[in-house]
């Protein structure tokens, strides 16, 4: 059956498709049209066969059912009322928020090179987009994705030497940035160091060694690890030491790299014999001095007092039977590091010696770096502690931001397990006073579980080198 | 730039960075990342062309500059030159098979109209046998047509200039709503309608028009915009504003009073009849910024009720199509999801220029149509932001402290995001001859963008 209503009431035509949709949708109900009574109205009603009453008009509003029932009927006049009065009622709640940023490019708008940094860290073969457009805003840019390409990395840093950005990576780890860590970042004390690093875990043990000598840091600049190859040239680093020789907090500047190409040092140790700030190269790799020689080098060079770091002994005096030294590395400059002073010290080819760098890509494919979370590590220490050609394990711990809260937690019980069995563990414990994880308490806990702990990576090396060296 | 301690960190990628830099009391703007849509190689190479920064501010400048003044009203035929037979249609080339029913009603329509057939059956059948007739879209001559945007050579149409590109923008007179012939109805009430605007709407405008002088129609759309319209899905506002403008004209014009009333009358009863201006100057803003070597900056949104094809700025005329979406919303009367044509028109143009949908939170009453809020609204302009280049000043948005209307949506922006242009559109039955069934929202395929991402690509300089 059809019914048409007229009401003297004016709701406006969005409001009124809506009241009829939801009039329509009731069971019984085979067409609602509830609209003002319009021309267009009429000719839409009269289509859907309803008799209208001649005498409306413009400022009536129809009310058309088509029905099974009386009962329809009135179930389909109530939700009508119950329609417009919710139509009428104003909504909860304010405008809401603004959408996030669906791009870097939307989230630069309006940042001010001045104040404001970039943090990329998406998948690497989609990062140069988001780094392009912080770069494009003049920003300084932390790529911290790895797998980036040499040419889109060639062509990121030199879009940033038009725009006066800073690319900081691909493949970035560690920066400070005027007291800002970004990545995995000690806190330090500020200071008169400035850093330039193409190596993020080595960048980290400078921090702390200088943080731990008191010798504060401006800021810290990663370049990423092939800055100073030939491809790269170099870009950023350059780009880095004018900064850093631009800025009034700094008075030293330390770049610390693996060898850079020989084209590329020429550039760069020109570059940075022509600045006001003087600069020290610490150089990574066989035949350089290690990272705790060159930490003692800069304190001595900003005027502070040099003194060992810290250490303390543990329960285990002397490999274990015939073992060899192994060492279980999150960090990748710590790892090459002490295989070269272990090496050294051995007489040894650094080859032959079983160091394994779990931050590697073949272990963080599908899972996170082993400095947030070394459960694959944990599983390698039971290991070795049940196989007797182990003799001596060493072991870095890097805290600060970004890292886990407590790493020290679930090395315990581990080191506790080895130690008991008699294998020696040597741990390098990399952060400083003011980390998040308390540096004091971490080398407590591990000194507690029975391990040897030492400030400087390359002092742990020697003394685990000295356990499995002697007979 | 020079090192400081930064205030505020913008991060895309892993929430664990960002949380570490928010521990350190330090703000963070988080990128809402997602893996882009497409080719990544092809988005490195368009993103890393040297000219696509400075090609796509030229656009965006060019498109500020556009002016758009109605400077005459006449016929097609002298306007755009069309010969008997010939057709302009909406969207991207379409053959009469892959017509959709909306599309072939107009065509049948302008057939009738121009007396190429006695009967509608008669039409179709010219029509598929290419008897005497030829069609093609309206923007290949820089015309511009709502829903079938069919344009036959004696209707008459509003010309638009704007003089500081030197272009030129042509769009047929609006019909009015329900059974009308740019939704594919062409009864004989539609074709009386039509011959009726030939031999008085379109004389008695042309008339008013030349002694107007040449009105300014981009200031009537900043006006709008302030007003409650989005340009698109609403121009109640335009439309007065319009009338205020040739109004004196048209009563001094010495034209029967009968018929200026007349039309007054069918000018002031139609709130869209402004939509037919804000489309050819949204065109001229649009074309003041085509063939820019580099510019990913969309020049052309259409949809001719089968596909919906994009033109960049970069990529000249090429056309990028896709099936069209069906749009979301409310129906007329009886009507339901299942009478909907997919989506069709030009008028797609409002949103290319950065109005209408893109500009939705000018006008919160368009966002009911999908039962949405006034936060949507907001919401959905705001995310606008995110795809485009840049804003428009002239058109200020009141409820965002009169922001600039969201303006040249970038191809890289929108494969990157996933977030794709919000149109506002009227829907058309599905069914030749049916007219309107409902109005709502629909957005572009994303496939349009990757095509043109690749098309980007293989143009793109090396850095």
Known sequence: MKQVDVRKAYVDSVTLMQVSRRVADLDGVAAALVAMATDLNLELAAGMGFDVPATVSGNDMLVALDVASDDVLAAARTEVDAALAAASR??????????????????????????????????????????????????????????????????????????GA????????????????LGFANVVRPGPVGIVAASGTGAQHLLALLDGAGVGVSHCLGVGGRDLSADVGGLSTLRALDLLDADEATELVVVISKPPAPEVAEKVRAHAASLGTPVVFGLLGPGQPDLTATAAAVVEAAGGTWTAPESWGGAVSSRRGQGVLKGLFVGGTMRDEARLVAASALGLEPASLEMVDFGDDEYTRGRPHPMIDGSLRLDRIAHETDDPTCG???????????????????????????????????????????????????????????????????????AAADLAGAS | MRLGTPTTVLTAGAELLADAVAQQAVDTRRVAWQPPEGDADALAAVMAD???????????????????????????????????????????PVTWERASGPMKGALIGAMLLEGLAETPEAAEAALAAGDGVAWEPCHHRGAVGPMAGVVTPSMWVFELRD???????????????????????????????????????????????????????????????QMGDEGHNRNRAGTLMFLREVLPALVDSGAPSDDVAEAVRFVAGNDHFFLNLVMP??????????????????????????????????????????????PEGLYLGAYGPDDANPDIGDSAITETAGI???????????????????????????????????????FGIPILEFRGAPTGIDVTSVVRSGVLPQINTGMAGRVAGTGQVGAGLVTPPMACFTQALDALAARAQQP
């Open chain 1, 90 to 163: 104003p909504a909860a709640g304010g405008f809401g928020d603004a959408p996030p940023p669906p791009t870097m490019r939307a989230a630069t708008r309006d940042a001010d090179p001045e104040t404001a940094v970039a943090l990329v860290s998406t998948p690497g073969q989609y990062a140069f987009a988001d780094a392009l457009d912080a770069v494009d805003a003049g920003l300084l840019t932390m790529v911290f994705s790895d797998n980036v390409s040499v040419a889109q990395e060639v062509a990121l840093k030199r879009r940033a030497g038009e725009t």
């Open chain 1, 166 to 181: 800073l690319v900081m990576g691909p493949d970035c780890g560690t920066a400070v940035v005027g007291g800002v860590g």
């Open chain 1, 392 to 462: 001596v394990l060493l072991l870095d711990v890097v805290l600060g931001l970004g890292s886990d809260p407590d790493p020290a937690a679930a090395l315990v019980e581990p080191v506790r397990r080895a130690t008991a069995a008699g294998l020696p563990v040597v741990v390098s414990v990399i952060g400083t006073r003011d980390d998040p994880q308390d540096l004091r308490r971490t080398a407590g806990a591990l000194t507690d579980a029975g391990a040897a702990v030492f400030l400087s990576n390359a002092a742990a090396a020697r």
């Open chain 2, 50 to 92: 040297p000219r696509r920064a400075s090609a796509n501010e030229t656009a965006l400048s060019r498109m500020l500059a556009a002016e758009a003044s109605l400077v005459d009203v006449r016929p097609a035929s002298e306007a755009l030159g069309l010969g008997p037979g010939e057709f302009l249609h909406a969207g991207p």
């Open chain 2, 163 to 225: 003089d500081v590109h030197g272009n030129a923008s042509w769009c047929s007179l609006n019909e009015g709503l329900g059974k009308v012939l740019r939704y594919g109805a062409y009864g004989p009430e539609v074709v009386d309608r039509l011959r009726w605007m030939g031999d008085v709407l379109g004389p008695l405008l042309q008339t008013a028009v030349r002694r107007t002088g040449a009105v300014d129609v981009k200031a009537i759309v900043a006006q709008m915009i």
């Open chain 2, 281 to 326: 100057a949204c065109k001229l803003q649009t074309r003041a910024a085509a063939g820019i070597d580099g510019s990913s900056v969309v020049t052309v949104m259409a949809r001719n009720g089968t596909d919906f094809g994009i033109q960049v700025s970069g990529t000249g005329d090429a056309w990028f199509t896709a099936p069209a979406n069906t």
């Open chain 2, 356 to 394: 209408g949908g893109m500009s939705m939170a000018t006008a919160p009453a368009i966002v009911r149509f999908v039962g949405g809020s006034v936060p949507d609204a907001l919401a959905t302009t705001q995310r606008m932001y995110g795809i485009t280049v840049g804003e428009n000043p002239a």
